[in-house]
């Protein structure tokens, strides 16, 4: 059951307690808030490509296995979003692949960064440090902030 208002949704459980509210755009659970699926898809969706560089860029890797290692983390993912990725990695020449034989059964794309594909990825590290101190700081008071 639900009770809506124009900028909250209430949700309340069986018993008619109060157990998550969504207000103003942020969403709370038993009082704390919390970051919404949405929130969530958009984070992982713009780190995606970057995240299947950095599982390439440890060695050649089979498509399955890029899969297999990213199910283990938040970035877990489908054939129909690891594929089309792979190819405009490709078409941008950040990865290749070779072929290789299997005994399993036909031969696999194996794929692996390019150079232009490793310096890339180091581009992608440094910003990211740069973008997580950028946030450090910001949840810090400054100096001019606490003299006022």
Do not use: H
Not at 11 to 38: H, Q, W
Not at 117 to 141: C, E, H, N, P, S
Request: charged share 25%; net charge positive.
């Amino acid at each position: 059951m639900s009770y809506r208002n124009i900028n909250r949704v209430f949700v309340l459980d069986s018993k008619f307690g109060l157990t998550s509210f969504f207000r103003y755009g942020t969403f709370f659970e038993n009082g704390t808030c919390v970051i919404t699926s949405a929130q969530q898809l958009a984070i992982r969706k713009g780190l995606l490509e970057f995240a299947v560089l950095k599982v390439v860029g440890v060695g050649s890797v089979y498509a399955a296995d890029i899969l297999r290692r990213m199910q283990e983390t938040e970035f877990a993912t489908q054939e129909g979003t690891l594929y089309p990725l792979l190819s405009k990695l490709r078409r941008e020449g950040l990865v290749a692949y070779e072929w290789q034989e299997s005994e399993l059964g036909p031969p696999r794309k194996y794929y692996q960064l390019t150079d232009l594909g490793r310096d890339q990825l180091v581009a992608l590290d440094q910003y990211w440090k740069t973008i997580d101190q950028t946030l450090q700081q910001l949840g810090r008071r400054s100096a001019a902030v606490t003299e006022s």
